[in-house]
């Protein structure tokens, strides 16, 4: 019995010895899972809860965003995504989209999101309920920005004050509005 349990002991040494730590790091392209979970701590924005094709046959404000889990921008952007899911609840369709599917895929109109993609990561596009653009905007767009598309399309007023990122951890981010 103590040489198995010797044995067994020597082969969790082993494996703790060979097998190196998980690595995280907002910084860098790297694959590490869900970007919304892991660097916004918010799992619930992916799979989206509704598609594009419902929410304009609703005729609901829809806000896609187009990203890549193994994107620092993306990673870096995270937090501000799960802010918009925050402020407006349910009064917008929020549509994290990974840009995986949409590559060299045939646009199939209005109601496909391949329509709206422009080749760039992260990419928000604001809705309106009737179908208009208007927000497309690449790269880390300001939240107060996004904030007066929504308002606009929605005919809601924005949230009052402005926001930023606050790092609280080597992975996490936090919004906070003043």
Request: glycine share 8%; with cysteine.
């Amino acid at each position: 019995m103590a040489r198995l349990l010797q044995a067994l002991l020597s082969v969790c040494l082993a494996f703790l010895l060979i097998v190196p730590p998980a690595q995280a790091g907002r910084d860098d392209d790297a694959y590490d899972g869900n970007i919304f979970a892991l660097y916004a701590g918010n799992g619930s924005l992916v799979p989206p809860a509704t598609s594009l094709d419902d929410a304009l046959a609703a005729g609901r404000t829809s806000v896609l965003v187009f990203y890549l889990d193994d994107s620092r921008t993306s990673k870096a952007f995270a937090p501000s995504v799960s802010e918009l899911q925050r402020l407006w609840t349910r009064n917008i369709d929020l549509m994290p989209l990974t840009t995986d599917a949409l590559q060299d895929r045939v646009d199939q109109g209005p109601t496909d999101p391949a329509h709206y993609w422009g080749g760039h990561i992260p990419q928000v596009v604001v809705i309106d309920g009737a179908g208009s653009v208007l927000l497309d905007a690449t790269g880390q767009v300001p939240l107060d920005r996004i904030n007066a598309a929504i308002s606009k399309a929605t005919g809601l007023p924005a949230p009052e004050g402005s926001s930023t990122s606050l790092s609280f951890n080597e992975l996490n981010t936090e919004i906070q509005t003043r």
